[in-house]
């Protein structure tokens, strides 16, 4: 499964007529043929590049996997662009290229690329559960085994091991994956946001940061109000942060970014009932899941302030599905200067299908727009 420039004959070209043999539609000779993996975890989509040409001959020169995503962004944005945006994809859209081997896997099964709507991410927890499954059915891991298989992954932000239910034929469900530490970067920082005045956020770390406030403080329900409103009042809060607090991670600042903001119903005390909450991230991009690397950041935060004990179990739901998301910290560590733990988080993702998307040339929307 390749993206790639299709040239002359073959399912490459051809009238597209009729329904005959697979036959792709018409493009032009030198136009992408982007071949892809449908998936989706508690209702967050992934669309899966299997396989990019440019992106695996990087890799094979020994970069780093940070080294090539910033290469994959300079050279290769258009992919991202055709695939994430309208009208192939919508606003809402998250995508994930697939990297075997060099140094960018660095003896991981696979290495992974994040795509969203505005750029690249660092972590993102719904797409490596979905990704475990798919490592397992696509043959990625070469002697799987029953029950339980783990799948070792290199993101942007680290190793992170998958564990997938394999009955010796096919991938299965709940999946779980053990973070990156996961650390608290602030605690009760006042911030200025304009049009709410003074809040109070917390800022965590779970593969990359997030600011975190109850909805009330910006009166708001994250359970009722507007999906508009939460998601203008969340932008307001991230770029307040980014203008008031300056991030630090402890081993590149290629990772200290503010990814976004989680609004929660701010029931942080350990229960047994689901705590809901909503991830805005990127350019004003809304989780259709609770967010596997911000459930990873809130566990850590709750942990922090003695609210949850070492695997002692939380669920979290989203607030715009429904889908829940299972968490607990299992291990205490040190990152650089912090207190961290390794958070396990547990979903559940799901195919939705295969496509095969064609660029034609002359097309002025060729490589996709944005419309909110």
Known sequence: MAAQGSGGGGSGSGSGSGGGGGRLPPHSPAGLVLQT???????????????????????????????????????????????????????????????????????????????????????????????????????????????????????????????????????????????????????????????????VVDIAYGGTFYAFLSAEQLSLDVCSSKTRDLVDAASAVTEAVKKQFKLHHPESEDLAFLYGTILTDGKDAFSEEPTTNICVFADEQVDRSPTGSGVTARIALQYHKGLLQLNQSRTFRSSTTGSLFTGKAVQ????????????????????????????EEEDPLKYGFCFK
Request: net charge neutral.
């Open 332 to 359: 205490a560590t040190k990152f650089g200067d912090y207190n961290a733990v390794v958070v396990e988080v547990s979903g559940e993702a799901f195919y939705t299908g295969t496509a095969t998307f064609t660029v």
């Open 37 to 199: 993996v449908e998936m989706h975890t508690g209702g967050e989509p992934l669309r899966i590049v299997p396989r990019l040409e440019a992106a695996e001959e990087a890799a094979g020169r020994g970069l780093s996997l940070l080294s090539l995503r910033r290469e994959v962004a300079a050279t290769q944005d258009h992919v991202r662009r055709a695939l994430v945006h309208e009208p192939r994809g919508h606003a809402g859209m998250y995508g994930a290229v697939v990297v075997r081997g060099g140094a960018a896997a660095a003896g991981a099964h696979l290495a992974v690329i994040f795509l969203h709507g505005a750029g690249y991410s660092a972590m993102c927890g719904h797409a490596v559960l979905a990704l475990g499954r798919f490592a397992l059915d696509y043959g990625l891991v070469e002697t799987p085994s029953c029950p339980e298989t783990a799948v070792r992954l290199r993101c942007p932000c680290g190793p992170v091991t998958a564990f997938v239910p394999w009955d010796g034929r096919r991938s299965g469900n709940p999946v779980r994956f053990h973070s990156v530490p996961a650390f608290v970067a602030a605690t009760d920082l006042a911030v200025d946001v304009p049009g709410h005045g003074k809040v």
